[in-house]
């Protein structure tokens, strides 16, 4: 397992893999984020890493900017799997609730869902902004948790230009 950092104009953030796919990204300090240097390589030379970095560089300047999904490797239960394919399909500059993502699983399944169970499994995200959680708000479009801070939230919204009154 393998680690680099990145310094973000938001702070510091720790990026984990296995040598070919991302399997973490955090903020440093971030909550349900652990990480113990002694259990990892420092190797700032992988290529996902590169990728990683690359695409940070352009999302903090500002651009518009994709990255390659078939390099992320999240973990987490079935359940919090589908709340990230889920994530993964909001659009750059564009926002959901956690009930909007709630009723997509309802209906793709045919039974209830908790919008507090998709806000349970979005808080667990392992990659932030590449999965892109901060997109999700609460009721009304209102900001709400975000396990990097919600001061951190509003500024990837800001970022991308959401149009949500929220932040404005």
Same mark, same amino acid.
């Given at each position: 397992?393998?680690?680099?950092?990145?310094?973000?104009? #938001?702070?510091?953030?720790?990026?984990?893999?296995?040598? !070919?796919?991302?399997?973490?990204?955090?903020?440093?300090?971030?909550?349900?984020?652990?990480? %113990?240097?002694?259990?990892?390589?420092?190797?700032?030379?992988?290529?996902?890493?590169?990728?990683?970095?690359?695409?940070? %560089?352009?999302?903090?300047?500002?651009?518009?900017?994709?990255?390659?999904?078939? #390099?992320?490797? &999240?973990?987490?239960?079935?359940?919090?799997?589908?709340?990230?394919?889920? #994530?993964?399909?909001?659009?750059?500059?564009?926002?959901?609730?956690?009930?909007?993502?709630?009723?997509?699983?309802?209906?793709?399944?045919?039974?209830?869902?908790?919008?507090?169970?998709?806000?349970?499994?979005?808080?667990?995200? &392992?990659?932030?902004?590449?999965?892109?959680?901060?997109?999700? #708000?609460?009721?009304?479009?209102?900001?709400?948790?975000?396990?990097?801070?919600? %001061?951190?939230?509003?500024?990837?919204?800001?970022?991308?230009?959401?149009?949500?009154? !929220?932040?404005?």
């Amino acid at each position: 397992m393998y680690f680099s950092q990145y310094t973000s104009p #938001l702070g510091k953030i720790f990026i984990l893999s296995d040598g !070919e796919q991302l399997t973490k990204m955090a903020f440093e300090g971030q909550k349900y984020f652990s990480f %113990d240097e002694k259990k990892f390589v420092e190797n700032n030379d992988l290529e996902v890493f590169k990728k990683v970095k690359e695409f940070l %560089d352009k999302y903090f300047s500002g651009q518009k900017v994709s990255f390659d999904q078939n #390099l992320l490797k &999240p973990s987490g239960s079935v359940f919090q799997m589908e709340v990230y394919r889920e #994530l993964l399909n909001i659009e750059y500059g564009k926002t959901l609730t956690y009930k909007d993502i709630a009723l997509k699983l309802a209906y793709k399944h045919n039974k209830r869902m908790s919008a507090r169970a998709v806000g349970n499994a979005v808080a667990k995200n &392992p990659i932030i902004i590449l999965i892109p959680c901060h997109r999700v #708000l609460g009721q009304n479009g209102k900001i709400t948790g975000y396990s990097a801070g919600t %001061d951190k939230k509003i500024e990837l919204l800001k970022i991308e230009n959401s149009t949500n009154k !929220e932040i404005n």
